[in-house]
């Protein structure tokens, strides 16, 4: 069986040559809602497909969505709100909350899902012949939105929960 192990680089200026999208100073450990979207690399569909305004997803979907809550399980500081797996991304609203147990950054939290998913991707193509993906199977980095307010916690929950109907839309 394959184990998987994530291993988190630290971001290195000299060597990486990319500058950070995060909000200068603000704290991604302390309590806040953030919006996250995570694109597959090369936007290819792996995850399942749009059929009538709704989503179906396949085995590789249903695996991204199952570890999302896994999230929870390994960061006490974590809660997951609202999600979303599309064909090829994937939505989703955390809570960092205080706690007296170690807080980790939402950074942190984001590239375990990320290797943890992309472990669990790789058995998959092994074991049960799901597509392979090349060179990785999420673009790098993540889309993060602040979300300030009830307001605008309903509207991007909204937003989510009906991406399946606006996405085949655009189609």
Known sequence: ???CTPTLMSYN???HHRSSIRLKGHDYSSDAFYFI??????????????INKQFVPTDAGKMVAELYHELEKRYPD????AMVVMPDHFHCIIQSKSTTESPVSLAQAIGWYKAMSTC???????ELG???FRHKLWQ????EHIIRGADAYERITHYILT????????L
């Open 1 to 3: 069986m394959l184990k």
């Open 13 to 15: 200026p000299a060597k």
């Open 37 to 50: 979207t995570l694109i597959v690399h090369e936007r290819r569909k792996l995850f399942g497909q749009i």
């Open 78 to 81: 974590k809660i997951c709100h």
């Open 120 to 126: 669990a991707y790789i058995r998959g193509v092994k």
């Open 130 to 132: 799901w597509p392979a």
């Open 140 to 143: 790098r980095n993540y889309y």
């Open 163 to 170: 991406n399946p109907s606006a996405y085949s839309d655009r």
